[in-house]
């Protein structure tokens, strides 16, 4: 009996350190993005597109499909190097800041394109979200986006007034290879993507706009998004029966972690 409780032991050790090894790392962007407000007791508190943010406006939801996935979640606060996302397998940036964001934003600067590219060329994934351009800072973005074929385009798609109107965001990927089980999303207020090279559309709008786009690079993989899009609200806070954004997160998850190359 002994000898038979030692070896459970040792095979569940066995698999939790398997498991360990395994897990996929997911770092999603505290730097580009760093925004702060003002709380009711004037305290300053950073918000918007963080893991920790259960409220609309933040990607716990998102992060809870990537985990229900096997993966394990970090975040960078701080300009990315070869370094210090070496551990990472999909890095994850979203709406860079501009002025009316962060007084002082932290832009794209071409030191970081060179550190973010060689990571991705040698296996990384690469999720960029962007927004209308009315809300994102697109020229440093694009300086990046350009490393892999694709630029957000300074226009609006998907325009929402109010909602009344939640159709006029309405997406329906067929087929799509990437929303593999999604029939029917919501993104409102997008901007599209031009694509060039190696760079290809991979879903768009009713106007026949792109508003994902993918590219391989190296051993790596880019995918664009014309909008912030999985926050809280949209997933599916607030939306309408019918949407499903909920099992796009999913979709979404699956595909870039089946973009991760065997071995790393």
Request: charged share 20%; glycine share 6%; aromatic share 10%.
């Amino acid at each position: 009996m002994k000898i038979i409780k030692a070896l459970s032991i040792t095979v569940i050790l066995f698999l939790t350190s398997t498991l360990m090894v395994n897990a996929q790392v997911v770092t999603l962007d505290y730097y580009f993005n760093h925004e702060v407000h003002t709380t009711s007791s004037g305290k300053t508190e950073r918000y918007h597109y963080m893991w920790e943010d259960t409220a609309n406006s933040g990607f716990s939801i998102l992060g809870t499909a990537f985990k229900k996935a096997g993966a394990e979640l970090r975040s960078l606060d701080e300009a990315p190097t070869t370094t210090n996302l070496k551990a990472s397998n999909i890095y994850i940036i979203v709406d860079p800041d501009t002025k009316k964001e962060s007084p002082n934003p932290n832009y794209i600067e071409q030191k970081d394109i060179m550190q973010i590219a060689a990571w991705v060329h040698s296996g990384g994934v690469l999720l960029m979200l962007a927004n209308d351009s009315a809300n994102v800072e697109l020229p440093h973005y694009n300086n990046l986006a350009a490393k892999f074929g694709m630029h957000f385009n300074n226009d609006l798609q998907n325009h929402v007034i109010d909602d009344r109107h939640f159709e006029d965001g309405a997406v329906y990927p067929v087929n799509n290879p990437i929303l593999k089980t999604t029939h029917k999303i919501f993104m409102k207020d997008v901007c599209s993507i031009s694509t060039t090279g190696d760079a290809e559309p991979a879903l768009k709008n009713k106007n026949g706009a792109t508003i994902i786009a993918t590219s391989k690079y190296g051993k790596g993989t880019v995918i664009a998004v014309g909008d912030p899009w999985l926050y809280n609200e949209y997933v599916n806070g607030r939306l309408p029966a019918g949407y499903e954004n909920d099992v796009a997160a999913a979709d979404l998850v699956k595909w870039l972690i089946s973009k991760i190359p065997q071995g790393q």
